[in-house]
C-alpha cells in the first residue's frame, strides 16, 4: 500500500488525534450526515497543500481548526500528517541546481499546520519546508495539485462543468505533466526575476558610463600629458645642460675680461698719474736755470760794456796824453775828448739797440737804466771838464789799468763765453726734454684713450653682467618651474651628455618648445595621476563586471526561453500523446458504464486575452491556449451535450474519465467522496466493479452511503460525532457499517 496512514489533531471537527490506517486497497469511510466525513477528506486535500479555502469549505484558516464546544476547549492550531511508503523510493526532490535527489526515507511524512492567524507550516519527515517543495514532491509520485484525483462531495461532475482550460490542466496533472508546469513556472519567475536583475545592472551601466567616459577622458589626457611631460623631460635636460654650461662660461669669460682689463686700467691709472709730478718739476727746474743763465750772461754783459766805457776812456786819456797833453780849456763851451764822446754814443747805440729786440718790457727797464746812467756819467764827465782844468793823468799809470781793464775784459768775455755756452746746452736740453715731453703727451693721450676703451668695456662687462645674473635667475626659475611641472628628475641635467657647445639660437629655440609644451600642459591640466588611474580602474573593473555579468544575465534569460520552450513542446507532446492514451480508456470505461456509446477529449485552441491587456487588444495579442473539450454519445440517445445529461448520466460520464485518467498515469491513491451518490443499484455494482478495476493501480478512499461500494472495501471505518461536537473514528464490519451509514 502506497498511502500508509493519516493523522488529523484538531482538524475541524476531529477535536482529538485521530488516525486513520490505510491498509487495503479500497477503504470505506461511512458514518450519519455531518459526522465528519467529509472532513477526512478535506484533510487529505489539506495536507496536499491546497490553498483554496473554498474546496476546504473554510473562508480562513480559523474555520480548519477545531472549533471547541460546550465539553471541549477551541484550540489554536490545526495538523495533518499524512504517511506515504516510500521503500521503492519513488519520491524525488529538486536541489537548487534543478539536481534529482531521491529521498531515502521508507515512509515519506508530509505535515502541514495551520495557526488561527492563518499562518501555514509546511514539513516533509520532521523538517520545515516551503510549500513549493511539497508540490514538487507529490508531482514526482503524479499527485498533483489540481486535487482531480480527491473528488469531494457534489463535485462528481466537476470535471464535466469545468472550463476547457481546467480540464486541461487536470489532465496534465493526471498524466504527470504538472511538474513541467511548476518548471515552466519557476522558470517564468526566474526569467523575471533576471530581466529585472538585467534592468538594474543596466541601469548601473547607464548611471556610471557618464563618469567611466569621463574618467577616460581624463586618463586619455592623462596619458598624454604623460607623454609631454616626457617629451618636456627630456627636452629640459637637454635645454638645461647647455643653458648651465653657457652660464658658466659666460660667468668665466666675463670674470676673466673684467680682470685683465681692471689690472690694464690699474696699470694705465699709476702711469697717467706719476709722469706728470715728475716732469712738470724737472721742467720748472730747467727754466729756473735758464733764467739764472741769462740773467747772468746779461749782469757779465753789462759788466763788460762797463769795462770796455772804462777802456776806452783810459784809451782817450792815453791818445789825448800822447798828443797835446797841456793845451789849454776853450772857454764858452765844453771839451769832452773825442773818443769819450765815440764812446758814449756807441755805448748808448748799442743799448738801445738791444733794448729795441726786447719785447718783454722787464728786460728793457735795466737797459733803459744803463742808457740813463750813461747820459748822467756823460754829463757828469762833460760838467768836470768845463769847470776844473783837467789833471794831468800819469800815462804809464793809465798804461797798467789799461792792461788791468783788458785782463778783466778777457776774463768777462772768458765768463760770457762760457755761460753762453751753458745756456746753449740748458736750452738744447729744455728743447729736448719738451720733444720728449710731447712724446710722453701723446703716449699720455693714448693712454688715456686706452682708459676711456678700458672702462667703456668695463661698463659694457657690468651690463653682460647684469644680463648674465637675469639669465641665471631665469635659468634657476626655469629649474623651478621644470621640477614643479615634471618632477625631480630635471635636476639630473647636469648628467646629460652634451651641450658643451651651446649655441644660443637653438637654445632659444628649445625654450620656445619647452614654453610651448607648457602652456599645453597647462591646458590639459591632468592632475593628481594615481588617483585618477585608480578611479578609472575601478569603475572601469566595476563597468566590466557589470557587463559580465550583463552577459551571462543574457545567457540566463537565454537559456531560460530556451528551457521554457522545451518544457511546453514536451508537455505539449506528452499531451497530446496522454490525451490519445485517456481517450482510449475513457471509450472503454464510458461503454462499460453506459452498456456503449461513445465518449471523446479533443484538444482545442482556445484564444485568451493576455492578462491585464482586457482593453482594446489587437488580434495578434491574443494568447492562444490548447482546451479539451468533451464529446459524448449515449447508446440509443440522441443527446450529445454535456448539459442536457441526467445527474447519474453526468456522474458516470464524470466517473468514467477520471478512472480513465487515473488508469493511463494511476496516482498512489484516489479519494472519492460520495461520488456515487446519484447512482442507482445497477449503476451501483457497475461503479463498484470499476472500483475493483481501478483499485489495482492506485489505493481508494471512499466516503459513501452506498451499500454496494461498501461491499467493494476491504477496510472500513465508522464516524461518528458526539454531543461534545468531536469527530470519532473507529474500524467497523460491513453490517456495522451499513448500519453506522444509515
Ligand atoms: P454528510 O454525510 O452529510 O456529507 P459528513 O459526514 O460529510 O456529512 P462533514 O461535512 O464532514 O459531515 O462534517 C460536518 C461537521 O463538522 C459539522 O457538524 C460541522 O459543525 C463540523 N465542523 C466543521 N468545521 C468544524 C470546526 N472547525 N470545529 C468543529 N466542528 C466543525
Known amino acids: 500500500m502506497r498511502l500508509k496512514s493519516l493523522e488529523l489533531t484538531s482538524f475541524k471537527s476531529f477535536a482529538k488525534k485521530t488516525a486513520l490506517e490505510f491498509q487495503s486497497p479500497i477503504t470505506c ?161 526566474k526569467l523575471e526575476r533576471t530581466e529585472g536583475n538585467m534592468k538594474e ?62 689690472k690694464e686700467l690699474a696699470s694705465i691709472g699709476g702711469k697717467i698719474g706719476d709722469e706728470k709730478s715728475e716732469d712738470s718739476a724737472e721742467e720748472n727746474k730747467n727754466k729756473e736755470e735758464l733764467k739764472n743763465l741769462e740773467r747772468k750772461i746779461t749782469e757779465i754783459r753789462n759788466l763788460k760794456s762797463e769795462v770796455e766805457r772804462k777802456l776806452g776812456r783810459i784809451e782817450g786819456m792815453l791818445e789825448m796824453q800822447g798828443k797835446s797833453p797841456n793845451e789849454p780849456h776853450k772857454s764858452g763851451s765844453i771839451s769832452v775828448p773825442e773818443d769819450e764822446l765815440h764812446n758814449f754814443l756807441t755805448e748808448a747805440h748799442e743799448y738801445l739797440e738791444e733794448a729795441m729786440y726786447m719785447d718783454v718790457l722787464e728786460n728793457i727797464a735795466p737797459i733803459l737804466r744803463k742808457i740813463k746812467d750813461i ?71 693714448e693712454l688715456k684713450v686706452r682708459n676711456q676703451e678700458l672702462t667703456s668695456s668695463l661698463s659694457l662687462i657690468a651690463v653682460k653682467e647684469e644680463n648674465l645674473t637675469r639669465e641665471a635667475e631665469a635659468f634657476e626659475n626655469e629649474v623651478r618651474e621644470g621640477t614643479a611641472l615634471v618632477g625631480y628628475e630635471i635636476t639630473d641635467y647636469k648628467k646629460f651628455k652634451g651641450g658643451e657647445n651651446p649655441d644660443r639660437h637653438s637654445q632659444e629655440e628649445k625654450r620656445k618648445k619647452i614654453e610651448r609644451i607648457k602652456i599645453k600642459l597647462e591646458d590639459i591640466g591632468a592632475g593628481g595621476g594615481e588617483e585618477l588611474m585608480k578611479e578609472f580602474n575601478e569603475i572601469s573593473e566595476r563597468d566590466a563586471f557589470l557587463a559580465k555579468e550583463m552577459e551571462d544575465l543574457g545567457k540566463s534569460i537565454e537559456s531560460l526561453r530556451t528551457l521554457m520552450l522545451d518544457l511546453k513542446e514536451k508537455i505539449d507532446i506528452e499531451f497530446r500523446d496522454g490525451v490519445k492514451k485517456i481517450n482510449k480508456e475513457f471509450q472503454e470505461f464510458f461503454a462499460l458504464m453506459f452498456g456503449g456509446g461513445s465518449a471523446l477529449l479533443s484538444v482545442v485552441a482556445e484564444q485568451k486575452r493576455k492578462k491585464g491587456e482586457e482593453d482594446e487588444i489587437e488580434e495578434d495579442e491574443l494568447k492562444e491556449e490548447n482546451g479539451i473539450e468533451i464529446s459524448v454519445s449515449l447508446p440509443h440517445k440522441k443527446v450529445k451535450e454535456l448539459h442536457a445529461l441526467s445527474g447519474g448520466e453526468r456522474s458516470l460520464t464524470s466517473i468514467a474519465l477520471l478512472f480513465a485518467m487515473s488508469q493511463v498515469n494511476p496516482p498512489p491513491f484516489l479519494v472519492l467522496d460520495e461520488t456515487d451518490a446519484a447512482l442507482d443499484e445497477a449503476n451501483s455494482r457497475k461503479y463498484g466493479d470499476m472500483l475493483e478495476k481501478l483499485s489495482k493501480h492506485s489505493e481508494l478512499i471512499v466516503v459513501t452511503h452506498n451499500r454496494e461500494t461498501m461491499s467493494r472495501a476491504g477496510a472500513l471505518y465508522g464516524v461518528t460525532i458526539g454531543p461534545d461536537g468531536a469527530s470519532k473514528l473507529l474500524s467497523v464490519k460491513f453490517e456495522e457499517a451499513t448500519v453506522i451509514a444509515k
Do not use: C, W
Open 29 to 189: 469511510v461511512v458514518g450519519p450526515n455531518g459526522s465528519g466525513k467529509s472532513n477526512v477528506v478535506e484533510a487529505i486535500r489539506f495536507v496536499l497543500g491546497e490553498q483554496s479555502m473554498k474546496s476546504m469549505r473554510g473562508k480562513g484558516g480559523i474555520d480548519l481548526i477545531f472549533k471547541g464546544s460546550k465539553n471541549l476547549a477551541k484550540s489554536s492550531r490545526a495538523a495533518v500528517s499524512i504517511y506515504i511508503d516510500n521503500k521503492d523510493k519513488i519520491f524525488r526532490l529538486e536541489n537548487e541546481g534543478g539536481e534529482k535527489i531521491n529521498l531515502n526515507y521508507d515512509t515519506v511524512t508530509i505535515s502541514r499546520e495551520v495557526f488561527a492567524d492563518g499562518l501555514n507550516k509546511y514539513s516533509l519527515n520532521g523538517t520545515e519546508v516551503r510549500l513549493k517543495d511539497i508540490m514538487a514532491l507529490l508531482a514526482s509520485v503524479n499527485i498533483g495539485s489540481s486535487g482531480h484525483q480527491i473528488i469531494s462531495q457534489g463535485e462528481a461532475d466537476r470535471i464535466l462543468n469545468a472550463s476547457l482550460k481546467e480540464r486541461r490542466e487536470m489532465i496534465e496533472d493526471a498524466l504527470g505533466l504538472k511538474i513541467y508546469q511548476y518548471k515552466i513556472k519557476e522558470s517564468e519567475r
Open 201 to 262: 545592472v543596466s541601469l548601473l551601466r547607464r548611471e556610471i558610463a557618464p563618469h567611466l567616459k569621463f574618467l577616460k577622458g581624463q586618463v586619455e589626457k592623462f596619458a598624454k600629458a604623460k607623454e609631454m611631460k616626457d617629451e618636456l623631460l627630456s627636452l629640459y635636460l637637454e635645454y638645461l645642460k647647455y643653458e648651465s654650461v653657457y652660464l658658466e662660461r659666460e660667468k668665466s669669460n666675463l670674470s676673466t675680461e673684467k680682470n685683465k682689463i681692471s
Open 375 to 445: 747820459l748822467d756819467r756823460f754829463a757828469r764827465t762833460a760838467g768836470s771838464a768845463s769847470s776844473k782844468p783837467n789833471a794831468p793823468k800819469d800815462f804809464s799809470a793809465l798804461e797798467n789799468t789799461k792792461k788791468e781793464i783788458m785782463a778783466e775784459m778777457e776774463k768777462l768775455g772768458d765768463e760770457e763765453k762760457k755761460i753762453a755756452h751753458e745756456i746753449e746746452i740748458l736750452k738744447n736740453e729744455i728743447a729736448s726734454k719738451l720733444e720728449a715731453g710731447r712724446d710722453k703727451e701723446r703716449a699720455k693721450f
